[in-house]
């Protein structure tokens, strides 16, 4: 959620990111909690959504934006995704940010995974993925202090628990996947044949899985038509230090 106005004393305007094909059921579902406010709820085709990767050289990032740009900001969720670029449809990007290299949306997607950041509904099954598990609580995903909202009891008592036994990590496979791909929910085993996991989403040998935490530092394989693919997961740097005990 991005805001807008920059003071109190204008009218306040939010920016809501989502997933594309979250769009409608996302706006009946704020129509449906807005009653007799007088809050317009609208998309905003007009404007165009980037990820800013940092790069091996530090800095780039200009300390005034052009008219083409609405807003630039760090991305809520870890350092290494870099920032957040709202820009008018058709907006040259290397005006905005000197330097910069437009990458194809295949490069974004490979950065989080190894970096094991979940985005959207197909990492994060709507009435699936349960907040904690999704290592919200680390990206800035959850409050612990506003108040009542939908699973905030469970959530919040997990929390305090501290057992939580199963986290979207990153993997690595040992080979390139089948043609077809890997498919949603592929049951990941350990050595033994125990279940680890389930493979979540990924593109090309990287990917992120839903896996007991107890099975982090074992050999793990997949089973796809028949074949076993090996897999590596690992702890990523960003999160808090105390994360994976």
């Known amino acids: 959620v991005f805001r807008l106005h920059r003071s109190a004393g204008e009218e306040p305007h939010m920016l809501l990111e989502c997933d594309s094909s979250a769009l409608e059921p996302l706006q009946r579902h704020l129509k449906l909690y807005k009653i007799r406010r007088k809050v317009d709820i609208a998309p905003c085709p007009d404007l165009s959504l980037w990820a800013v990767i940092p790069g091996d050289q530090p800095g780039g990032i200009p300390s005034s934006l052009p008219g083409q740009a609405v807003l630039l900001t760090p991305d809520p969720r870890a350092e290494v995704m870099g920032w957040r670029l709202i820009t008018k449809k058709g907006a040259n990007v290397s005006e905005i940010i000197p330097g910069s290299e437009v990458g194809n949306i295949q490069d974004y997607h490979r950065h989080r995974y190894k970096q094991g950041i979940p985005e959207g509904v197909k990492d994060l099954p709507p009435g699936v993925a349960l907040p904690l598990e999704s290592n919200l609580a680390y ?3 959850i ?9 905030q009891e469970l959530t919040a008592r997990t929390h305090h628990m501290g057992v939580i036994r199963k986290r979207l990590l990153p993997v690595c496979l040992s080979a390139p996947p089948p043609p077809h791909g890997i498919p949603e929910g592929a049951e990941i085993l350990t050595e033994s044949g125990k279940p680890a996991g389930k493979f979540r989403a990924g593109g090309g040998d990287l990917g992120i899985a839903l896996l007991r935490l107890a099975h982090l530092n074992e050999p793990l394989c997949l089973s796809v038509g028949g074949d076993k693919v090996k897999l590596s997961a690992n702890t990523p740097q960003w999160w808090p230090k105390t994360a994976a005990k």
């Open 143 to 151: 409050s612990f202090t506003k108040g009542c909202y939908i699973g």
């Open 139 to 141: 990206m800035n995903g």
